[in-house]
């Protein structure tokens, strides 16, 4: 099923990227929260309610929604340390923005729309390399030079009016706007652009924001944000102990004073609202919005006290797969092509998103056998009857697979398994036990399952990774990385010896 029919004008793509956003964090799902335009989009679009991150934490999550590859296979497995993309400190840094190249054969939404014929733009937060200059298939290109900071006085690379790109060679500069408002004005700037010119190709804009990644406190965010917030203690955020594994040192403040907390996390998700609602707007003035298809998410989940933690994966050591820190938002909005209004309960990753990209505009990827997810199209369009659509296989269960480092998770609808290479192991029932409390991995009644589970995973990713970017013998414990094959080969390695420990 295709989203297009022959003759068809292809439609323009607006991808939207919020920053450690989790699936929670919905005015869907949490009366408090101030957010119009997400409300909206969920009116006017599909939202799918179980949707997955493929690793907890943003630069290897990123790079898997770009690329439709698990970690293990694109080589990214962690945050990437600010020393890896110094260009100007190093000639040659371990990272840079054709990063893919190191992953033979993968494709991306932007190399693919742009063999397609169409004109893409990029403003944000790239953090999958150096952002010095554009990424492959991107005309236009505003970034950060890092992966997050301050709202006020953020480091950008020096932009060049005439060609929408960084200058070369390359300058750091500091934007004096509000993050939020500078990287929703350059998005408009590319839109500009694409109405200014003269031919009708169209267009795919990856705006991607900062917020609401932390900082929160210190005037971090304009105080109309924050008044939105001055009267709720936000009750529909857990609050319970802290876990055991919670790493206290990187939230202490929040954990002092969770009103100021999460008052700025929502405030900064108020302050994406109103950048969508200018970016919206001003497609429709354009007469552009109709035929923009409009997707919504997050690079990973996040925990403000869900947990018993704040933060995504690396906010535990061990580092953690708990349903906060792995689902995101996902709302796709494509009028008189998607329901309106419709909700999609059954799970779906981020690996998907290629894929499904591609057969909503026909646009052709390149084929890859390592590729991990497969079209949503079929789910978000409906037949003439109103009925969802069916793809062969499609009435399978979906299994969903994260990773982080060394550290693996398979996710049926009733169980999820975690395997780490160094230990410990978990096994959940989600039916019985939705909040991840019980672990069942040494209940000897539960011994097959743990096996059956365990070869399941190791089988999957035996598919989706290679032997030279493979996650399960690195060195990575989610304090960043800083090349690709950050990796080491520990004795006896490998899933068999978790499977024993």
Partial sequence: MSGRSPGDTPPNV???VTDDQGAWALGSRMPELHTPTLDRLQREGMTFDRFFCASPVCSPARASLATGRMPSAHGVHDWIRPEALARTASPT??????????AAGADSIAAML????????????????SSDRPAPGFDYWWAHQLGGGPYHGA?????DEETGTPVRPAEPAEEPAHLTDAITRQGLDFLRRIDDGDDTAPFFLQVNWTAPHDPWFDVNHPQELLDLYADTDFPSVPAPPL????REENFRRAVADRHSALAGYCAAVSGVDRSISALLDDLEQRGLLENTIVVFTSDNGFSCGHHGIWGKGNGTFPLNFWEPSITVPFIVRWPGRIPAGAVDSRPASAVDLLDTLAELTGAVPHEDPLRAGRSLAPRLLHDAAGAPGTVEGEEAAVVIHDEYGANRMLRTERWKLVLRREG????????????????LSTDPAHGSRLRELSGALEDWFAKHSTESLDGWHSTIDGTGQVAPADRTTPPGGGHDAQRRA
């Fill in 243 to 246: 876990h055991p594994w919670f």
């Fill in 114 to 129: 742009s063999r397609g014929g169409y004109r893409c733009g990029m403003v944000g937060k790239w953090h999958m390399g």
């Fill in 424 to 439: 410990p192991t978990e096994l959940y029932d989600l039916l019985e036990d939705p909040d991840e409390v019980h672990d």
């Fill in 155 to 159: 480091p950008i690379w020096r932009f």
């Fill in 14 to 16: 607006l991808l939207l």
């Fill in 93 to 102: 840094p371990p990272f840079d923005p054709d990063f893919l190249e190191r």
